[in-house]
């Protein structure tokens, strides 16, 4: 079973620019949610993809989007890129049936610096 | 609004002794109750979990504690270790796994040998 990865690692854009993070999540895995990590902050919720489907969304405006697809993997876009996005991105999956003790599993995430 | 709060940034603890991570919330309808750990340049590590139908849990080292009426959890580390210095998270989420999770701001435990 391997573990949740993310690419890349880091990645530098400047403002005005679009970025796509990748997610691939661990095998199995039908739900996926991606959260923001500024610097001394915990991850805030920027939404949740269950089998293809966004199905929960935090306070993010639309030009946070997501893809999920069906070989696990998923992509968080950013366009029109600020320099208060600059953060950890991460992603997180879980296999369960929504039940009440399923676990997510978080990738290393992704640095991205906005200039 | 924070609804998850974590009023200590740092904590240090001496090797041996116990390490008490304390946790507050403000939104009642969270119906679990969630603590992960976090090495620098790495995800987030699930550690440890507790229903709110429950006051106590505990896995090896680690228990965590739930007061519903005062709306507060703590973490206790007993005894604390040199490799638990790291970041601790705090998170809450209602009472399915589609519920999206609140993450307390951390608190950094150093743990000195």
């Known amino acids: 079973e391997t573990g949740v990865t993310q690419s890349p690692t880091h990645l530098i854009k400047t403002r005005g620019q679009q970025v796509t993070l990748r997610c691939s999540s661990q095998s199995g895995h039908n739900t996926v949610s991606w959260y923001q990590q500024a610097l001394g902050q915990g991850p805030q919720f920027i939404f949740q993809?269950?089998?293809?489907?966004?199905?929960g969304r935090g306070n993010f405006p639309p030009r946070f989007s997501g893809l999920q697809f069906p070989n696990y993997s998923s992509e968080l876009n950013v366009n029109a890129l600020e320099l208060d996005d600059s953060a950890l991105y991460l992603c997180a999956s879980s296999g369960g049936a929504g039940g009440l003790t399923d676990t997510q599993y978080f990738g290393p995430g992704t640095r991205l610096t906005v200039l | 609004d924070q609804q998850v709060k974590q009023n200590s940034p740092s904590l240090s603890v001496q090797e041996g002794r116990i390490s008490i991570l304390n946790c507050d919330y403000t939104?009642?309808?969270?119906?679990?109750f969630l603590w992960y750990k976090k090495y620098p340049a790495e995800g987030p590590t699930f550690l440890i979990s507790i229903s709110s139908i429950k006051d106590k849990n505990e896995d090896g080292r680690f228990t965590v504690f739930l007061n519903k009426s005062a709306k507060h959890l703590s973490l206790h580390i007993v005894p604390s270790q040199p490799g638990d210095s790291a970041v601790y998270f705090c998170?809450?989420?209602?009472?399915?796994?589609?519920?999206?999770?609140?993450f307390g701001p951390g608190t950094s435990l150093s743990v000195i040998p």
């Open positions: 939104n009642s309808m969270f119906d679990y």
């Open positions: 998170a809450a989420r209602g009472e399915t796994s589609y519920d999206k999770v609140i």
């Open positions: 993809y269950y089998r293809e489907e966004e199905n």
